[in-house]
Nanobody, 120 residues
Framework: VQLQASGGGSVQTGGSLRLSCAFS????????MAWFRQAPGKEREFVAN????????FYADSVKGRFTISRDDAKKALYLQMRDLESEDTAVYYC??????????????WGQGTLVTVSS
């Protein structure tokens, strides 16, 4: 099982980026997919998650209204559309997965990170 994140880059304040996370090796119909981020010198934090089967996205307050998480079953991909980016959004972004029956904090499948840098 592998998760492969991509789409990071440098953008100016107020700009937009879309992150992608491609996965292989299994069907994720019974999984919850998520994005986390880790800013320099800070702990990793939750950004958003979505149930693969039923949707129901959930967001951290810091990104609510600016970020949109989605998934494409046919493409076996998870996305994070980010708009109105702020310098505080600068971080390495990770995609992750856990079984829907697992503890809500127990994400045990991780992709490598992709760096997002927001500058004025």
């Amino acid at each position: 099982v592998q998760l492969q994140a991509s789409g990071g880059g440098s953008v100016q304040t107020g700009g937009s980026l879309r992150l992608s996370c491609a996965f292989s090796g299994r069907a994720f119909v019974n999984y919850v997919m998520a994005w986390f981020r880790q800013a320099p010198g800070k702990e990793r934090e939750f950004v958003a998650n979505i149930y693969w089967s039923r949707g129901n996205p959930f967001y951290a307050d810091s990104v609510k209204g600016r970020f949109t998480i989605s998934r494409d079953d046919a493409k076996k991909a998870l996305y994070l559309q980010m708009r109105d980016l702020e310098s505080e959004d600068t971080a390495v972004y990770y995609c992750a997965a856990r079984h829907r029956a697992a503890d809500s904090t127990n994400y045990n499948i991780w992709g490598q990170g992709t760096l997002v840098t927001v500058s004025s």
